[in-house]
């Protein structure tokens, strides 16, 4: 994971109003994301490739005009590929996930690379968890034990839409460890749109060998426009813009909105009612997506949510 020099402690966060009110309305709209991918009468994995391709213009008049010296050179073309796969089975994973479970369990899974990088940063330096750590995984195991037993009581197919959406959250951290390296050299929306090329595709050949419908039926153009607009554009856009001024705490706050939102619309669209035990396990959950984004190493401009 590359990290800045400069601590937390050490760097001057200047936020303004404006600052705040872009990183909760990004939260804000990546939540809405797994409610489109249900809206959406394509296959999820083919809503997956819609995200990828539709802002594709876009992306790439951001990325000229955000362009940095540094060539593409081969280091960065591996680690911009092995991004891109990544997020491909990230989002394949998540979007089938997101089908099969309760959108509260779906956003709480897909985000939990937090906790994931942390056990990796933990593995890669050969040593034991420290206070917030433990208490970080603990929350994570007691939270994820509880909301897959209560997906359980439901049905398997629940439960296997929690593991897809926690496997989904294996991969997206997988695919921020080269995404964040990569982006030293490129920029942030450079890496955004090469990340797109490489994904769609695959994406497409997941979708087609799965007989999804790829083209959009009934329903119309609205989901799966509107899905790559918010997640991929505005989410995106106001995170890269407001990130950098925050602390880890305060993002870590922030992220927890996604939750909340997603359970919100579940209830309103889908009847999802939470019980006390669901709410229960989503705080011990939220907990440790906290504790974990607490524990990072501050990284300027991360791409650090959906």
Not at 126 to 139: M, N, Q, T, V
Not at 165 to 180: D, E, I, N, R, T
Not at 238 to 253: A, E, N, T
Not at 275 to 292: F, I, K, Q
Request: charged share 10%.
């Amino acid at each position: 994971m590359a990290v800045t020099t400069e601590s937390v402690a050490e760097k001057n966060f200047q936020a303004r109003a404006w600052h705040f009110a872009a990183l909760m309305a990004g939260n804000f709209v990546l939540a809405l994301g797994p409610w489109l991918v249900r809206l959406a009468d394509t296959g999820p994995v083919a809503a997956g490739f819609w995200r990828m391709v539709l802002p594709l213009p876009l992306l790439a008049i951001l990325a000229w005009h955000g362009r940095t010296p540094g060539p593409l050179d081969r280091k960065s073309a591996l680690l911009v590929i092995a991004a891109g796969l990544f997020f491909a089975f990230d989002l394949a994973s998540w979007h089938i996930g997101i089908e099969r479970t309760r959108l509260a369990n779906a956003t709480l899974f897909g985000n939990a690379g937090s906790v994931i990088l942390m056990i990796w940063g933990l593995l890669a330096l050969r040593r034991a968890p420290r206070g917030r750590e433990w208490l970080a995984l603990s929350a994570a195991l007691g939270g994820a034990a509880i909301l897959m037993g209560r997906s359980l009581e439901i049905s398997t197919a629940t439960l296997v839409g929690d593991l897809l959406c926690l496997l989904a959250g294996v991969f997206y951290a997988f695919y921020l460890l080269p995404a964040q390296r990569a982006r030293a050299t490129l920029g942030q929306w450079s890496v955004l749109l090469l990340v797109a090329l490489v994904s769609a595709p695959v994406l497409l050949a997941f979708a087609l060998l799965m007989g999804e419908p790829v083209w959009p039926g009934e329903a119309g153009w609205g989901p799966v426009v509107a899905l790559a607009i918010s997640s991929q554009l505005i989410g995106q856009g106001l995170l890269v813009f407001s990130l950098r001024h925050f602390p880890p705490l305060v993002i870590g706050v922030a992220l927890l909105t996604q939750p909340a939102v997603a359970a919100l619309v579940g209830w309103l669209a889908f009847d999802e009612v939470l019980g006390l035990p669901d709410m229960a396990g989503m705080v011990l959950v939220a907990c440790a997506l906290l504790l974990a984004k607490m524990a990072e190493p501050r990284v300027t401009g991360a791409i650090r949510t959906r």
